[in-house]
């Protein structure tokens, strides 16, 4: 699909402990970038913030996407506030950015490397969020070392809290 798909929307809350702020994808917009469970897109709000994401089903034939805090003050938007939405397929091959340091360090750790492909398509992302919610590449690399080493003392199963505990001894 070349050309994006364009509409108007409004920030919503669900008002839930699971889901907040939103806007509301028409069935008639998402309809061409749902293909069997992949529903990932790149979304860009207002012309201004673009980020990947998944079109999550609302329950009544309609679609949300999640708009959090840091991209609601970026853009001043709030409860109510209209929205310019652009979607487009998001073809890339973990629905979020591979992080240089990690990606160099896949490279070089054979066995990193299969336990991260082995992991499901969701985990890999957490973990790529992970890596790359920083901004210093020192940071980055040591997330990185700490997930591989994570991944090969837990046979490629993540446990959180011995994880979170892995990074916080790393930082």
């Known amino acids: 699909m070349s050309e994006p798909t364009v509409f108007t929307s409004v920030i919503e809350n669900f008002n839930s402990n699971l889901w907040g702020f939103h806007v509301v994808v028409p069935l ?7 293909q069997g469970s992949d529903r990932r897109v790149v979304c860009t709000l207002n012309d201004a913030a673009e980020f990947q994401c998944a079109l999550m089903p609302r329950g009544d034939g309609a679609f949300f996407i999640n708009v959090n805090k840091k991209l609601r003050d970026k853009l001043k ?13 998001d073809d890339s091959d973990y629905g979020l950015p591979m992080p240089e340091e990690f990606q160099e360090l896949l490279l070089i750790d054979d066995e990193g490397n299969q336990l991260f492909h082995a992991l499901t398509p969701g985990k890999q992302r957490t973990l790529l969020y992970i890596v790359g919610n920083v901004k210093s590449s020192e940071k980055r690399l040591n997330r990185a070392l700490a997930i591989v080493d994570h991944l090969k003392i837990t046979r490629g199963k993540i446990n959180f809290r011995m994880l979170n505990e892995a990074l916080r001894s790393r930082q």
Do not use: H, N, Y
């Open 28 to 34: 008639e917009q998402a309809a061409p970038f749902l």
């Open 77 to 89: 938007l709030d409860l109510g506030s209209s929205v310019r939405i652009s979607l487009r397929k």
